[in-house]
């Protein structure tokens, strides 16, 4: 029974565990919870699908992992794939509907990469992850770090009205206005956002 339901093991509890597992629990939420939410966004999502987002993820895998250190919920490559796959699918819908039309596919979207990785799961095809060679893998890391970056370029600044897509003629033509809106930067914002940085 253990072997398929780790949690199992956790009983009886012991006090001195108490602590630790709640020193981690408080780390954990306080990086997971603004994490999540920056991700949502990045996906082009509101705020509060990150969080749905974070705490099953990370409350199966502590019901069901083995491992003790793992990392789980919305990644900022997720978000950005999900925001460009979505933006394609969602651009011909009137502008009343974009939005509600959007989360829907996000979830539907997410309901069929779960199914799909549970089936690779239950039928250990993890091995097929080492077809896809390195410079592709490098390449897809790097550029999506780039649009992310890029995308961030206005809040960082505090330029207001300029919602950057993950699209990328959509990423042009929005860089494009921000740099036409340079005289707005709020040099507080600037200030705080690059020594943050630094």
């Given at each position: 029974m253990k072997k398929y339901f780790p949690f199992l093991k956790w009983f009886p509890v012991k006090a001195e565990h108490l602590k630790a597992d709640l020193m981690a629990g408080i780390t954990v939420a306080l990086l997971l919870v603004p994490q999540s939410m920056a991700y949502a966004e990045l996906?082009?999502?509101?705020?509060?699908?990150?969080?749905?987002?974070?705490?099953?993820?990370?409350?199966?895998?502590?019901?069901?992992g083995n491992l003790?250190?793992?990392?789980?919920?919305?990644?900022?490559?997720?978000?950005?794939?999900?925001?460009?796959?979505?933006?394609?699918?969602?651009?011909?819908?009137p502008a009343e509907l974009r939005e509600a039309r959007y989360i829907e596919l996000a979830i539907l979207l997410s309901i069929a990469v779960g199914?799909?990785?549970?089936?690779?799961?239950?039928?250990?095809?993890?091995?097929?992850?080492?077809?896809?060679?390195?410079?592709?893998?490098?390449?897809?890391?790097?550029?999506?770090?780039?649009?992310?970056?890029?995308s961030q370029l206005p809040k960082l600044l505090g330029v207001s009205g300029i919602k950057?897509?993950?699209?990328?003629m959509g990423l042009l033509k929005s860089l494009s206005l921000f740099f036409s809106k340079l005289h707005e930067i709020h040099p507080l914002s600037a200030i705080l956002g690059i020594a943050s940085l630094l």
């Amino acid at each position: 029974m253990k072997k398929y339901f780790p949690f199992l093991k956790w009983f009886p509890v012991k006090a001195e565990h108490l602590k630790a597992d709640l020193m981690a629990g408080i780390t954990v939420a306080l990086l997971l919870v603004p994490q999540s939410m920056a991700y949502a966004e990045l996906a082009g999502l509101p705020a509060r699908f990150g969080l749905y987002a974070a705490i099953f993820p990370v409350a199966m895998m502590a019901l069901f992992g083995n491992l003790h250190q793992i990392s789980g919920g919305p990644t900022a490559m997720t978000s950005i794939i999900t925001a460009s796959v979505l933006f394609q699918l969602t651009v011909e819908f009137p502008a009343e509907l974009r939005e509600a039309r959007y989360i829907e596919l996000a979830i539907l979207l997410s309901i069929a990469v779960g199914v799909c990785r549970l089936a690779m799961g239950i039928f250990k095809l993890s091995s097929l992850v080492n077809l896809i060679s390195h410079p592709v893998v490098a390449g897809f890391t790097n550029a999506a770090a780039i649009v992310i970056a890029l995308s961030q370029l206005p809040k960082l600044l505090g330029v207001s009205g300029i919602k950057i897509p993950q699209e990328f003629m959509g990423l042009l033509k929005s860089l494009s206005l921000f740099f036409s809106k340079l005289h707005e930067i709020h040099p507080l914002s600037a200030i705080l956002g690059i020594a943050s940085l630094l």
